[in-house]
């Protein structure tokens, strides 16, 4: 017996007709519908018949654990620092740990290393150096006389990634690539990781950052095959590091379209993967430097966004991160944020947990119909090498960035505590940390920038 045979079934047209007899005479699209940034409208109702081809029912999102790693990412400028600010995140609740940065020795990595036990804690190295990182990191394990297949590891870096940040290549194009090559072939640790949290800081939306990221992916299994791996052995290396913003349905949308999307591209290598290699970090996009605690709202349904996605790590940006050092209690606050998510709501009891809502199913496949579009537009026009000596993703992604901040400085587009409920009272004025990367000749950089910054200096300087 089911409880929804005692009600009658309501059309789409039938909620249509209400809401429109409920407003008055005024004009159902303009008062009602609104336009995305990625071009889809969004409707007031939704039910099952909005969804014409259900993408996140054929490709069975939720075949992958709800279980994710809470990730505390720790930059290595100081070695012994650097060990103590990650037992102290182990301590602290983090059961995953990325560093950031080259590691000179095998004398360093083991003060890096020491009292972390690595048969039991993720661990992720990110750097420029890594086929030597690798090496640290076998030496370790033989040394601790560990079993190699247990350890739950990788090494990983992005040179395209880094081509844009800095606009110069690590070496040339050539000998970066094979590089990757050499590195992704010989080691059980490595991993190539694409950073799309880039295109997420520089202000493009969703669809850009998952389109451009695939690009990116592609681009390194065409240039690894053409070495002579296949393509299920460079799909299988290869990560995605995301950025999430504050649209909060929106960006559960992005992941769950990333997971398909991907999945569709792997098969037209006659590629079958298992899942998708997802980590998220929030952004810095969209942190205020002035009345910076409300940041803490924004990491919250952010980290929630991420989760409910799908995402397989996650890392928060502190509060403060964006004009300081993050202390250890803004380090604490964005560990205890995750945790309790985890403990307290049980995000990592249910898989998929967005199944079912026909909105989000709604979005999703427009999310996934509208990335596939830029996706091709950037492989008809020559790939993602082309696309980025040619300035083609750089200047899309700005006029995107433009766009958006016109619409915070006209008030068309709400960041609190910045362009709407600004704390006047708040009289240290804090300034904004951008990062100063050297300029080469290679490509135009795509720049990193903080909306809520150039807004306070519009508004309030």
């Known amino acids: 017996m089911s409880l929804f045979q005692d009600f009658q079934s309501i059309s789409l047209e039938e909620w249509k007709n209400k809401i429109i007899n409920d407003i008055k005479g005024k004009d159902y699209q303009d008062t009602l519908v609104w336009e995305t940034e990625e071009g889809f409208n969004v409707q007031p109702v939704y039910n099952k018949e909005s969804l014409i081809d259900n ?26 620092k650097a060990n103590r600010k990650a037992i102290k995140a182990l301590q602290g609740g983090a059961n995953s740990l990325q560093f950031n940065g080259n590691i000179s020795s095998f004398e360093d990595m083991k003060a890096l290393l020491n009292e972390i036990m690595i048969e039991i804690i993720h661990i992720h190295f990110y750097n420029s150096n890594a086929i030597q990182t690798a090496d640290f990191l076998n030496q370790i394990i033989k040394e601790r006389n560990l079993n190699k297949s247990e350890i739950k590891a ?18 040339n194009e050539q000998t970066d690539f094979d590089t990757v090559y050499q590195f992704i072939k010989n080691s059980p640790f490595s991993n190539i990781t694409i950073n799309g949290h880039y295109y997420s800081n520089a202000g493009a939306n969703n669809s850009q950052e998952i389109a451009y990221a695939f690009s990116q992916a592609v681009e390194y299994i065409d240039q690894l095959t053409e070495r002579g791996m296949t393509a299920e052995d460079v799909i299988s290396k290869i990560d995605f590091n995301f950025g999430i913003n504050s649209n909060y349905f929106f960006e559960i949308t ?36 002035q009345d910076s605690y409300t940041n803490l709202l924004r990491t919250t349904t952010e980290a929630m966004s991420a989760i409910i996605g799908g995402c397989n790590s996650l890392s928060l940006t502190p509060f403060n991160d964006i004009y300081e050092s993050s202390s250890d209690f803004s380090s604490r606050i964005a560990r205890n944020i995750q945790i309790i998510l985890k403990e307290e709501s049980f995000l990592d009891k249910v898989n998929d947990v967005a199944k079912g809502s026909y909105y989000i199913e709604t979005l999703t496949d427009e999310m996934v119909e509208q990335t596939l579009k830029l996706f091709k537009e950037i492989e008809i026009k020559g790939g993602f090498l082309t696309n980025i000596k040619n300035r083609n993703i750089q200047t899309t992604v700005k006029t995107t960035n433009k766009t958006k901040l016109k619409k915070y400085q006209e008030g068309k587009k709400t960041l609190l505590g910045v362009n709407k409920y600004p704390n006047k009272m708040e009289k240290e004025k804090h300034q904004f940390i951008q990062t100063q990367k050297i300029r080469g000749n290679e490509v135009e950089i795509l720049e990193q920038v903080n909306i809520s910054e150039k807004i306070k200096r519009i508004n309030y300087h």
């Open 55 to 80: 993408k996140s029912k054929e490709y069975l999102l939720n075949k992958t654990s709800s279980e994710w790693e809470i990730r505390e990412q720790i930059e290595v400028t100081d070695i012994d």
């Open 154 to 171: 990788s090494v990983s870096y992005d040179y395209l990634g880094e081509l844009l940040i800095s606009g110069a290549w690590h070496k």
């Open 254 to 289: 992005k992941i769950r379209a990333a997971k398909i999307v991907w999945e569709m591209i792997a098969e037209s290598y006659d590629v079958c993967i298992s899942k998708t290699n997802i980590h998220c970090q929030t952004s810095c996009y969209n942190l205020a430097t």
